[in-house]
């Protein structure tokens, strides 16, 4: 696998590839990767000649109090997960590369509407720095296809909308939630639960489950369910930061029962905040 660490390789690299006529795959990341990334890469494998991965932990996501300055950095694992899963290339850059004139001065893109809900009410800024970074990267890599999870079904919202938005050639493919045996969804953040909280974190899944049941079982008293489901999240130990039934396409809460549905939870376990979601 090649290791990429200027924009100048990274370019050329690119115009290699595209003059041997490859088709590519690109798939961002933070780093400290798990199973659920891994999955990105073999599906991008699947569907490309070519796949680049990109580690890199973007300082204009995290807002004050937020863990950038701890947030786990496993690059030499990293790259022998990827090489073990066939990437072709990996780009590493720098803050400094990536905003050479600091954040405050950096041009960024945004996307209204879908970053202002969920969880950009409670992330200022984060949904920018989500949208600024994924713009970059795809008008340096310029790939074909870009994989995402759906994990973070907000974000893959997003991005879909700045493709479509500033006319991107790119196909975005989501990639269903990897998840634990006992339904955890696979995250970098898991790592920060202590032994009790990863034995108590499932609950989140389950009680996703249950209220998915009782949709489809026929309640339609959305803002009740959503209610009940917090109330749940509290007895098992969580702080809810909202569950929300909500449409699939435009993110706002759900009203209309046939419209299609996604069922979108935040809640902190001890000092970690986990997401997750359920589509119907």
């Known amino acids: 696998m090649i290791i990429l660490s200027t924009i100048a390789e990274l370019r050329a690299q690119i115009a290699s590839w595209r003059r041997a006529g490859e088709k590519i795959a690109f798939v961002p990341t933070m780093g400290n990767l798990h199973q659920g990334h891994l999955q990105l890469v073999d599906v991008a494998k699947s569907q490309a000649d070519k796949v680049l991965v990109s580690i890199f932990v973007n300082p204009m996501q995290f807002g004050q109090n937020e863990d950038l300055a701890n947030y786990p950095r496993t690059l030499d694992a990293d790259i022998a997960g990827l090489t073990q899963h066939h990437a072709d290339a990996v780009f590493t850059p720098t803050p400094q590369l990536m905003y050479p004139r600091g954040l405050d001065a950096q041009t960024f893109v945004e996307v209204p509407q879908l970053g202002d809900l969920h969880c950009g009410a409670n992330r200022p800024g984060h ?23 759906k994990k973070d079904f907000q974000q893959l919202a997003i991005i879909r909308q700045m493709v479509i938005d500033l006319s991107l050639p790119i196909e975005i493919i989501g990639v269903a939630t990897e998840r634990a045996n006992d339904g955890l969804a696979l995250s970098s953040r898991n790592g920060y639960l202590t032994p009790a909280e990863r034995a108590k974190a499932p609950a989140l899944y389950q009680i996703l489950q249950q209220l998915k049941a009782s949709i489809i079982a026929g309640n339609h008293n959305y803002r009740a369910l959503e209610q009940q489901a917090k109330t749940q999240l509290t007895a098992a130990g969580f702080v809810p930061d909202y569950v929300n039934i909500s449409n699939q396409h435009s993110l706002t809460l759900a009203v209309d029962a046939t419209e299609p549905k996604v069922i979108l939870a935040a809640a902190k376990l001890g000092s970690t905040r986990l997401i997750d979601n359920l589509e119907l």
């Open 127 to 149: 949904f920018r720095g989500v949208s600024t970074i994924v713009c970059k990267l795809f008008n340096l890599v310029q790939p074909d296809i870009a994989c995402f999870g």
